[in-house]
């Protein structure tokens, strides 16, 4: 049980999404609604355009994956908004099965389908005439950034990609968010999930499970009690993204490695920024310490996990920014 409990505290970080209001951009930006599809289902996303927009030229565009649980209206799109500002055309989007977008069942959080999303985001900016196709970025947040590291090692019409607190979904529901999970704990946590299958096919209701804590308790990872305070608050909440998920998507989660073939496919640049103080930040040194091309590992000193997705992100953007830049040049 005591396993169960702790499944909140590493799920936090995860499926936290942020919101804030955005800081100053070079630009101001323009935002549409779009969608796309993925397979079956319709993707909802939103598209922000620099103010110097024009039909007439050719732009690099940027990709922005949201975390685990969140939607496009949180951290992901105030960072799409900001590579917007830069002069970029950026989209952030609801995963499939999440948000705005189309996807059964509900609340279902698999890897396998968030690496698709964004292969399918990269087909839809093919399809508008004022991307330049051989400009494309990407960059994600928490489970964002292991998403996009991902989706970059077979999908070659990224040209470079980023993560902003990276966290390798499979990597942190196996091991914890401090790394300290035994195999025992995650070979009862697959009994669980069995258990729960189980139930609902035989006519009991879908398990699931919370994303966030609903309440902080003593002793607390600093992190989780940060992601509290701003995911289940007017800090960063949104109606859009309710805290749950079905617990029998975590069997997919415990089979799917975000970075292990990051050494022989990851031919693109890779930028990884980390808090210094974020107990994630094992996760995205390892991604880059992986990595067998041009990479960059780079620490905002004094930032959590969760700062970086409002209070710390202009320390993020200016980097990401001339990152992005120097890769998606004319």
């Given amino acids: 049980m005591n396993y169960l409990k702790n499944i909140t505290a590493y799920l936090c970080m995860l499926g936290i999404s942020l919101a804030s209001q955005a800081q100053n951009t070079q630009e101001e930006v323009m935002k549409e609604q779009v969608k796309f599809k993925n397979g079956p289902w319709t993707m909802a996303g939103e598209l922000y355009l620099p103010e110097s927009f024009s039909h007439e030229s050719k732009y690099a565009a940027i990709i922005v994956v949201h975390p685990g649980g969140g939607v496009k209206e949180q951290t992901a799109g105030r960072y799409a908004e900001r590579m917007a500002g830069e002069g970029f055309v950026a989209i952030a989007f609801d995963a499939s099965h999440q948000g705005e977008s189309e996807g059964e069942p509900r609340r279902l959080d698999s890897p396998y389908n968030r690496v698709e999303d964004v292969k399918c985001a990269v087909d839809f900016l093919t399809t508008l005439p004022y991307i330049d196709r051989s400009r494309i970025g990407a960059m994600g947040i928490c489970a964002g950034g292991g998403y996009v590291i991902n989706a970059a090692l077979t999908e070659k019409r990224i040209k470079v990609v980023a993560g902003v607190s990276p966290v390798d979904a499979g990597l942190s529901t196996r091991q914890g968010w401090t790394g300290g999970n035994t195999l025992e ?146």
Wanted: with cysteine; hydrophobic share 40%; charged share 25%.
């Fill in 185 to 330: 704990s995650q070979l009862k946590m697959m009994e669980q999930i069995a258990e729960a299958r189980t139930a609902e096919a035989n006519g009991e209701a879908p398990k699931l499970v919370n994303y966030v804590p609903e309440t902080v308790t003593d002793g607390l990872h600093p992190d989780f009690v940060e992601a509290h305070d701003y995911y289940r608050t007017s800090r960063g909440g949104h109606p859009n993204s309710d805290n749950l998920c079905l617990f029998k998507g975590f069997a997919d989660r415990l089979a799917f490695n975000s970075f292990a073939l990051i050494p022989d496919y990851l031919t693109q640049p890779l930028l990884v920024v980390v808090g210094s103080k974020a107990g994630s930040r094992w996760m995205g040194e390892k991604a880059v310490e992986l990595s067998t091309h041009e990479k960059e590992l780079f620490v905002v000193e004094g930032a959590t996990h969760i700062s970086l997705y409002d209070v710390d992100m202009g320390k993020a953007v200016g980097k990401l920014a001339s990152f992005f830049r120097a890769h998606l040049q004319n």
